[in-house]
Structures are given as structure tokens and as C-alpha cells.
């Protein structure tokens, strides 16, 4: 059976919750607004805690983490990110069989010390919805990257299981 997600699908929310690799428990929720091109995806799980807005119509993605007191954003690229639907589809098949079978990482890194507190242009750039998870927190603008050696410093975000986000700093 194949499920097809579409523009008419307007508001769609699933719970993506599961374990983490070291048998921690996450709780994680994942609303997709067709109606303006948006994923918001919250992760509870102490330490690790975070959202996410994926933001389509604007072309960015901003996490903010809870234990950095921060937000990191990174311009979208078509190579590197599956459509609204494909994250819809794969949320689904996530939900129901309770695995997935098309997960994703991303690798990104920001340079530490390198924060900025965005201005009006800068809202209107990421969106509403980046500006309401990011207002008055520094914000760190971040690079694909490949795996570094030592993921010690890394942090988890994204997607759970299916598009995650690996943030790392820039070790000089």
C-alpha cells in the first residue's frame, strides 16, 4: 500500500518518538503545514532537546538547541533535502511499521564564537516561523560538511531516524 501525501493534506502531525542508540527514550513530534510549506519538529529527551523548522517557502532550516541556548540555521539545497511529501511519507512509514527504511544524515558544522543576533532583513529572510524559534538567541550559521573523526562535540537534530542533522563545531 503506498501513501501519497499532497498539497491537500493541509495540517499533519505524527508522533516519531522512539530510542535513541544508547537506549534513551526520545519523545518527538513532527507537524508538516502544507499550507506554508513548513515541518516543525520537536525532540524531548533532556540533554538533547531541540526543535526544528523546516521552512520550504523560504529555504532554510533552524534548530534551536535547548542545552546550547542557541539556534543554528543552514540554507536548504535541493541535493541534500527530500521534498515536504518524501519527509510526510517517510514520518509515515516511521509511525506505523515503527522503523524506517530510508534514514538520512546530515553532516553540518559553525564556526564557535561566531554568533549573531538577527535584524528585521534577517527575519524576512528566514521567515516568520525561524524568527519565532530564534528570536533573541544567538544564531550560528552552519556548512555541510563530511563526518569529522571525533563526534564527541556533535549534537543530534533534525528528524529522528529519518532526515537527522549531525551539528558540529569547527575545530581549528
Known amino acids: 500500500r503506498v501513501i501519497k501525501f499532497t498539497k491537500a493534506d493541509l495540517l499533519t502531525v505524527f508522533d516519531i518518538s522512539g530510542s535513541r542508540p544508547e537506549n534513551a ?65 517517510r514520518a509515515y512509514e516511521k509511525q506505523t511499521l515503527k522503523k524506517i527504511f530510508s534514514p538520512t544524515n546530515l553532516w553540518v558544522q559553525y564556526t564557535p564564537g561566531n554568533s549573531v543576533i538577527a535584524n528585521i532583513k534577517d527575519w524576512f529572510m528566514y521567515g516568520s516561523a525561524i524568527e519565532h524559534l530564534c528570536k533573541d538567541l544567538p544564531i550560528y550559521k552552519l556548512v555541510k560538511t563530511e563526518a569529522p573523526l571525533n563526534t564527541q562535540h556533535c549534537a543530534d537534530a533534525g528528524i529522528p531516524s529519518i532526515l537527522g542533522i549531525k551539528i558540529c563545531p569547527k575545530l581549528v
Open 25 to 89: 527514550f526520545v519523545t518527538a513530534t513532527m507537524t508538516i503545514d502544507n499550507s506554508k510549506n513548513v515541518a516543525d519538529v520537536h525532540i524531548r529527551s533532556g540533554i538533547y532537546s531541540s526543535d526544528t523548522i523546516f521552512d520550504y517557502w523560504h529555504g532554510y532550516i533552524a534548530t534551536r538547541m535547548f542545552s546550547r541556548n542557541a539556534c543554528f540555521i543552514l540554507k536548504m539545497d535541493k541535493k541534500s533535502f527530500p521534498e515536504i511529501q518524501e519527509i510526510g511519507r
